[in-house]
């Protein structure tokens, strides 16, 4: 044997013993089940060579038999040499994990800037860049924990994180390694163990959440892999690979949810309809996407997965007044690797900003997405959106003259006064002349009281007679309602009026309730204010002036008017003082402008009475006077 040779083996022998030793050293018991595994398999290749038929044949020569065994030893070495590196490499990735400190990572774009945290890869913060008012609105809402939650090692929620498992596991709350690929793009993962492991295997797979956001688009995307390689066959954790979960809240900052003037609605988008979703339900019949919806901002997830479920949630967060949750359960999965892309909209909820994912516009291409459904408005009120973006067309237009939203809302009502003038007009015309009918009308009333159908008849002659229609007073009314559920509905939902100031120190914003006097720490009992507001006195007194100048002669003693009168407006100020104050500057200018229109109205209709009242005295004929008897002349 030559002496190259014998130093060779020397050396390998070297090596082998070397690696052995600190194998034994640092193996633990699952990398011991593994060697006795790893024995296990070439005793039993060896006994496999032993019984095979080339080694049964007595033809086969010694020499080729050796060759054989020598070449399987050669491959099982390798192998093994290949299993015990990736085990270290596993051991070292898993020491080095475990001393990850904690680590956030800021994206700023021009529309937004997000804080991620390698705390399981998840974002804490999304804040939208006002520029108009120069400030940032914060789209996440995470909650508080006093020092005893602390204590108890709860954690605040966070958005977009990942639990194994349906949406009642526990998020992943390990750090992970950051890899930042750009400005706009970063990359979290982490070494997970599974228990449906390989034979040989520690089950070991990694966990990668990648971020990528684009500069002036609302829409980023995420990306969840699941590698097992060699180690894990599947992913499958009580029924399913993972939950991606959005939440606790979406923002901005609110003080209650009440429906109405603030609100979070779930829906779904399937076969081209929009619908409804309800909370705690599982979702699986794999909607195009799914939404939380809040009165101007709105989150939309869009899973390309072939296989997923929603479910929404409003389960408790610490600190938080309402939790809005969108949980996205993949199911598992029979792979050793899963690649799933998300795409996420977070954002303004406007028809301008959401109709460029249904034309391709966009960075990512979508098209026919119909994600403008998000900003349509629900159910029986979307039948007035057309009216509604006329309207805003014109809230716009004003608003480009005279810079300020309050005194475009005035503009408005005005001009809707103006339009609307002569069927108010006729509307009070009508209201006058069953006014001068009213004793008339009483007396029929009154003379036919016992029967009821004799008086319907008489009431249609009547009214035949002197060619009243008593419907034509509310006629007007009524066509008018569609208007003003529309200007409710723009004033309430207008994005723009978000931030919009009125009058600097008292009206800063009309999306928002006003306030003269804020209570720091104390609360109005029963009715539950926190501040002192002066709009909602302002709209009383006026509602109560408009119903004083047109109630009709006759009305004062009538309960049911005198409710509508002093009852309903104090009713309604209890209902309306914590609304936006846009909507209340509309009401009170609505009303003096109506009230003005029907003084104008009164003063015409009267002026128009007295002229026709003149006009037919002049036209009736003199009284002749009899003559009297001629008196006889005395002589």
Not at 166 to 186: K, Q, T
Not at 266 to 274: A, D, E
Not at 589 to 614: D, E, G
Request: glycine residues 6%; charged residues 20%; aromatic residues 12%.
């Amino acid at each position: 044997m030559e002496r190259n040779t014998i130093i060779a083996i020397v050396l390998s022998c070297v090596v082998l013993i070397a690696s052995f030793m600190y194998q034994s050293y640092r193996m633990t018991q699952i990398q011991e089940a593994q060697a006795n595994a790893a024995e296990s398999n070439i005793s039993s290749v060896q006994d496999v060579l032993q019984d095979s038929p080339a080694a049964q044949d007595g033809n086969l020569s010694g020499s080729r038999q050796s060759d054989i065994d020598t070449r399987q030893a050669e491959i099982l070495a390798a192998e093994l040499r290949q299993e015990e590196l990736r085990q270290a490499e596993l051991r070292n990735a898993a020491a080095l994990e475990a001393q990850i400190p904690l680590q956030d990572v800021i994206i700023d774009t021009d529309l937004f800037t997000v804080t991620l945290t390698n705390m399981g890869g998840d974002i804490t913060s999304f804040k939208w860049k006002d520029v108009r008012n120069n400030t940032n609105v914060e789209l996440i809402l995470t909650g508080a924990m006093d020092a005893s939650m602390q204590a108890s090692g709860m954690q605040v929620s966070r958005a977009f994180s990942i639990a194994f498992g349906d949406h009642n596991a526990e998020p992943i709350s390990s750090n992970f390694n950051v890899n930042r690929l750009s400005n706009y793009s970063v990359e979290f993962y982490r070494d997970f163990s599974s228990p449906a492991a390989n034979a040989g295997t520690d089950g070991r797979f990694r966990l990668t959440k990648r971020y990528d956001f684009i500069p002036n688009e609302y829409m980023f995307r995420l990306t969840v892999i699941l590698d097992g390689g060699f180690s894990v066959p599947g992913f499958n954790f009580a029924g399913n690979a993972y939950t991606l979960s959005f939440g606790p809240q979406i923002g901005p900052s609110f003080i209650k949810l009440d429906n109405l003037y603030d609100y979070r609605h779930y829906f779904t988008f399937t076969n081209g309809k929009r619908r409804n979703a309800k909370v705690n339900d599982i979702i699986d019949n794999r909607p195009a996407w799914a939404a939380i919806s809040g009165k101007y901002f709105v989150f939309i997830a869009r899973p390309l997965l072939a296989q997923y479920s929603f479910n929404f949630s409003e389960k408790a967060e610490p600190g938080l007044v309402s939790a809005s949750r969108l949980n996205i359960i993949r199911p598992s999965a029979n792979v050793s690797k899963v690649e799933d892309v998300y795409q996420f909209y977070l954002g303004p909820k406007t028809q301008e900003t959401l109709a460029v994912y249904n034309t391709g516009r966009n960075e990512f291409g979508i098209s026919d997405a119909n994600m403008v459904e998000a900003a349509s408005a629900r159910g029986f009120w979307g039948i007035f959106s057309p009216l509604e973006r006329i309207l805003k067309w014109f809230l716009l237009f004003f608003y480009g003259i005279v810079h300020n939203y309050g005194i475009a809302i005035i503009l408005l009502t005005l001009l809707i006064k103006i339009l609307f003038f002569p069927l108010t007009k006729k509307g009070s015309e009508a209201t006058l002349r069953m006014q001068a009918l009213a004793p008339k009308i009483k007396e029929i009333q009154e003379k036919y009281k016992s029967d009821p159908q004799k008086l319907r008849v008489e009431m249609g002659k009547f009214y035949q007679q002197e060619g009243y229609n008593p419907i034509s007073g509310c006629l007007p009314m009524l066509l008018q309602l569609p208007i003003f559920i529309s200007m409710y509905q723009l004033f309430n939902n207008h994005f723009d009026l978000r931030g919009a100031g009125f009058i600097p120190g008292w009206i800063p914003d009309l999306s928002v309730p006003e306030y003269i006097v804020q209570f720091d720490s104390f609360t109005v009992p029963i009715f539950g204010w926190t501040a002192l507001r002066a709009l909602p006195f302002i709209y009383v007194a006026s509602q109560l002036l408009y119903g004083k100048v047109t109630q009709m002669p006759g009305q004062q003693s009538n309960t049911q008017m005198k409710m509508m009168l002093y009852v309903m407006p104090i009713i309604f100020f209890f209902i309306l003082y914590d609304v936006p104050s846009g909507l209340l500057i509309y009401w009170i200018f609505s009303n003096i402008l109506t009230l003005v229109q029907q003084l104008i109205i009164n003063r015409f209709v009267m002026a128009k009475r007295a002229a026709l009242a003149q006009e037919q005295a002049q036209l009736a004929p003199e009284p002749k006077i009899a003559p009297g008897k001629k008196k006889k002349k005395k002589f």
